[in-house]
């Protein structure tokens, strides 16, 4: 459910961009407090996405410098917990992450790889700390919530997109029904006697998330054409 809400907020970022920067937003971050029900197999309607999403968050994008995005992974990493799930554990797109949660505090992200911004055709490339990132996310944990003070102190702000996480999802639903659900390997926890990683169980639309790159390979081509 995560990983279908964050991916709905690129693809909203990308069908709705002005120019070409515009579309180089291809990271998203969700809070997993803020989706507080899932889907059926049925038909989807905008009760059960209110019922999803119901804090209805204003959409925002901004530049972060590769080393805070990670070490917003590092403080998504210390809310994990199994026991006793916490609501800021995120949930991502355009991100693949492996946690190795046995290893000391802020030493737990052992791998990141995002979708390059500046490739012809998007792939994934290891995270470089130097290097800036747009990333899409509520106003909810850019403002510092559920302890992001690193996104709150280090963001910088490119657009308020001023859409509501609630409607963005919905369009993402409409424009991608049916929904095909798969597992995905964006986050994976990893130690010493699983060095392969095991997945965190979340579901995605990996055939719709194809759709996105799609997308972003066909307006990337429409600009620079």
């Known amino acids: 459910m995560g990983n279908a809400i964050a991916d709905g907020f690129v693809y909203h970022n ?3 961009a002005d120019d070409v920067n515009g579309t180089k937003v291809y990271i998203a971050l969700v809070n997993g407090g803020s989706i507080r029900a899932t889907f059926s197999r049925g038909q989807i309607l905008m009760g059960n996405i209110s019922e999803a999403q119901p804090f209805r968050g204003t959409l925002e994008t901004i530049q972060l410098q590769g080393k805070y995005l990670r070490a917003a ?4 990493a210390s809310l994990h917990s199994v026991s006793k799930p916490d609501g800021g554990f995120l949930q991502v797109s355009g991100l693949r992450v492996k946690y190795n949660l046995n290893k000391p505090v802020n030493q737990r992200v052992v791998d990141v790889q995002a979708i390059c911004s500046d490739c012809n055709i998007p792939k994934y490339e290891p995270l470089n700390n130097n290097k800036m990132y ?3 996310l509520t106003n909810f944990i850019l403002s510092g919530g559920d302890g992001y003070t690193v996104l709150k102190d280090n963001a910088r702000q490119e657009h308020v997109v001023g859409n509501l996480d609630t409607d963005a999802f919905a369009a993402y639903v409409r424009d991608m029904s049916p ?3 798969a597992m995905e390997d964006r986050i994976e926890f990893v130690d010493d006697n699983y060095p392969c990683g095991i ?3 979340l579901e995605t639309t990996r055939t719709n998330y194809h759709t996105i790159l799609s997308l972003l ?9």
Do not use: A, N
């Not at 992974?73 to 998504?76: I, N, Q, V």
């Not at 066909?218 to 054409?225: D, Q």
């Open 14 to 16: 990308l069908k709705d």
């Open 73 to 76: 992974l590092e403080h998504s």
């Open 134 to 136: 747009g990333v899409i």
């Open 179 to 181: 929904l095909y659900t």
């Open 199 to 201: 997945s965190s169980g």
């Open 217 to 225: 390979f066909t307006i990337i081509y429409h600009f620079h054409c």
